[in-house]
T-cell receptor, first 114, second 114 residues
């Protein structure tokens, strides 16, 4: 989507290796989120950020860490990838908390851990 | 945590016909928002329609409308005059009036039959 990009779009990695996914926005939105999408589970929140260096855990944060050193970039790191982390990862941004504003999503990263 | 339930994993509709996708949610909050997102094969998440809980009037966006039953905690999506381009996964989502997180249902895969 315009204003938010994720990289890479696809990645295959081996069990035990570190992996970093990148989310970049040009909208200057304060809030950024990482979700994972799995069949039968919908989208579940991993971590989110409410400002530079301000992050918090979501419901499925185990095995993941995040960093936000600049407003425009939000990184998701799998320190030691496992097969259970094979998923599609979405980044999302929002201008405000609460309210009727929806998310703007990136196009997703399909990660396969072999 | 709030829960969002989509009880129809798959639905199909004839082109030009009408289809209704179901969604129920569980919350004790009075201030919240409900959303329907569309995810076509491209994987992009697209906002279809939103509903503010404090509004009694059902939201409408062109061929898309909702039936919001607050007491029953039900939020169904009606697609009229279905088109081939409507084929996608549809996700129902809940957001607190003051919160950051969206809670998603597990999705309904809609097939449009020519």
């Amino acid at each position: 989507d315009a204003g938010i990009t994720q990289s890479p779009r696809h990645k295959v990695t081996e069990t035990g290796t570190p992996v970093t996914l990148r989310c970049h926005q040009t909208e200057n939105h304060r809030y950024m989120y990482w979700y994972r999408q799995d069949p039968g589970h919908g989208l579940r929140l991993i971590h989110y950020s409410y400002g530079v260096k301000d992050t918090d855990k979501g419901e499925v944060s185990d095995g993941y860490s995040v960093s936000r050193s600049k407003t425009e970039d939000f990184l998701l790191t799998l320190e030691s990838a496992t097969s259970s982390q094979t998923s599609v990862y979405f980044c999302a941004i929002s201008e405000q908390t609460g309210g009727a504003g929806g998310y703007t999503f990136g196009s997703g990263t399909r990660l396969t851990v072999v | 945590a709030q829960t969002v339930t989509q009880s129809q994993p798959e639905m199909s509709v004839q082109e030009a016909e009408t289809v209704t996708l179901s969604c129920t949610y569980d919350t004790s909050e009075s201030d919240y928002y409900l959303f329907w997102y569309k995810q076509p094969p491209s994987r992009q998440m697209i906002l279809v329609i939103r509903q503010e809980a404090y509004k009694q009037q059902n939201a409408t966006e062109n061929r898309f409308s909702v039936n919001f039953q607050k007491a029953a905690k039900s939020f169904s999506l009606k697609i009229s005059d279905s088109q081939l381009g409507d084929a996608a996964m549809y996700f129902c989502a809940y957001r607190s009036g003051t919160g950051n997180q969206f809670y998603f249902g597990t999705g309904t895969s809609l097939t449009v039959i020519p």
